[in-house]
């Protein structure tokens, strides 16, 4: 671990995260998938957005662009088609990547961009002032909603599916190995990719909530998470308060880099 530490992440200390968040978690999920996999450090490009989770990018030692809020799929898109051979990571919250960024999450999907997104779901905005975020549970408070929100929550993996993301994924803090190996998998698919990573904030959102502190909450994701494979043989009144985690779909279509450069080989041949 020690050797992961000094490879991968830069000597940045303090941190800006608070104390028993799971960013942190999160974030070296990354790294050790980036490890297992054993992708080039200069050919592995981080791009974060703006919020608690987009800190994540100064803290790694590779390429990376903190971006402005809400941009980080145009500016990794951009990325990627520059240079397609790079591995290029999203990382994003819930709403960095979709309220401000939902717009171009939905494209980005829809396009079938070999991109990796691992979007940490921490159910608020963190670090502006714990207002609730487009994945805030309803009837759950922030300040921005003191008696609670009456605005339905996105499902992202579904938003994913239905925009055309070519494989979507959840995992959470807890269940760290296997987040692990479902950021391997995504970086390893060639297409667009959704990892959403269910991550606790004990501060701005489980102080508002009542959840307890940081290993209550992490608590709250062993007990209301199943696997794929375990929902197959559970009723559907057990599944009632309950998410799924594992793989949560995948598919085969075009890749839109690979199409562009099809589309700049007839243009050069004068072709229409």
């Known amino acids: 671990m020690e050797k992961i530490i000094e490879k991968y992440y830069r000597p940045r200390l303090p941190h800006i995260w608070c104390p028993g968040c799971g960013n942190g978690i999160v974030t070296g999920a990354i790294v050790k998938a980036i490890d297992k996999l054993g992708l080039d450090q200069n050919k592995t490009v981080i791009v974060s957005g703006i919020g608690c989770s987009s800190r994540a990018s100064g803290?790694?030692?590779?390429?990376t662009v903190h971006s402005a809020h809400g941009r980080a799929l145009p500016v990794a898109t951009g990325i990627k088609l520059a240079e397609p051979d790079l591995n290029v990571i999203v990382v994003t919250?819930?709403?960095?990547g979709t309220?401000?960024?939902g717009n171009h999450f939905i494209h980005a999907a829809r396009r079938n961009i070999n991109l990796t997104v691992i979007l940490y779901n921490n159910n608020i905005y963190g670090m502006t002032g714990g207002?609730?975020?487009?994945l805030t549970p309803v009837n759950n408070k922030a300040t921005t909603a003191p008696y609670g929100t009456v605005e339905r929550t996105f499902d992202i993996a579904e938003l994913a599916k239905a925009a055309g993301a070519t494989f979507v994924a959840r995992g959470t803090a807890y269940h760290t190995q296997m987040l692990v190996d479902l950021i391997a998998q995504a970086i390893s698919h060639d297409g667009f990719a959704l990892v959403e990573a269910i991550t606790q904030c004990p501060i701005s959102y489980g102080r508002q909530n009542k959840?307890?502190?940081a290993?209550?909450?992490?608590?709250?994701?062993?007990?209301?998470?199943v696997t794929v494979e375990a929902a197959k043989k559970l009723a559907p009144e057990q599944l009632?308060?309950?998410?799924?985690?594992?793989?949560?779909?995948?598919?085969?279509?075009?890749?839109?880099?690979?199409q562009y450069d099809l589309i700049l080989a007839k243009a050069q041949k004068g072709a229409r």
Do not use: C
Not at 59 to 63: A, I, K, T
Not at 93 to 96: A, C, E, L, R, W
């Open 93 to 96: 919250g819930d709403g960095d």
């Open 215 to 225: 290993p209550k909450m992490m608590q709250w994701q062993r007990d209301h998470a």
């Open 59 to 63: 803290y790694l030692n590779f390429d």
């Open 99 to 101: 309220a401000i960024g």
């Open 240 to 258: 009632a308060d309950k998410f799924l985690i594992g793989v949560l779909h995948k598919s085969e279509a075009p890749e839109y880099t690979k």
């Open 211 to 213: 959840m307890g502190d």
């Open 131 to 134: 207002q609730y975020s487009p």
